[in-house]
Nanobody, 124 residues
Framework: VQLQASGGGLVQAGGSLRLSCETSGLTFSRYSVGWFRQAPGKEREFVST???????YYADSVKGRFTISRDNAKNTVYLHMNNLQLEDTAVYYC???????????????????WGQGTLVTVSS
């Protein structure tokens, strides 16, 4: 199983980026896929998840600015990030879970597979 995160880069505050998480080696339609991020000196935190059935969930800090979507034909999940702020600077990781339940969507151990991360830097 592989998860390949891409799309990070340097963007000015207020700008937008789209991250992609391309997966292989798993039955994609059966997996929930989430995004987490880790800023320098901080713990990895939940950003957003899209469950296998299509339901989406967001951290309060990104709600209304970020949109997660999935394309089952391409085995890929996207994170559209708008109105980026300085505090969004982090390495963004995607992760997949086969048995994710609603009460644990923010819990790192509930995700079975992780990608390598892509760096998002927001400048002023």
């Amino acid at each position: 199983v592989q998860l390949q995160a891409s799309g990070g880069g340097l963007v000015q505050a207020g700008g937008s980026l789209r991250l992609s998480c391309e997966t292989s080696g798993l039955t994609f339609s059966r997996y929930s896929v989430g995004w987490f991020r880790q800023a320098p000196g901080k713990e990895r935190e939940f950003v957003s998840t899209v469950r296998s059935g299509g339901s989406t969930y967001y951290a309060d800090s990104v709600k209304g600015r970020f949109t997660i979507s999935r394309d089952n034909a391409k085995n890929t999940v996207y994170l559209h990030m708008n109105n980026l702020q300085l505090e969004d600077t982090a390495v963004y990781y995607c992760a997949a879970s086969r048995t994710l339940i609603l009460s644990t969507i923010r819990s790192l151990p509930q995700y079975d597979y992780w990608g390598q991360g892509t760096l998002v830097t927001v400048s002023s």
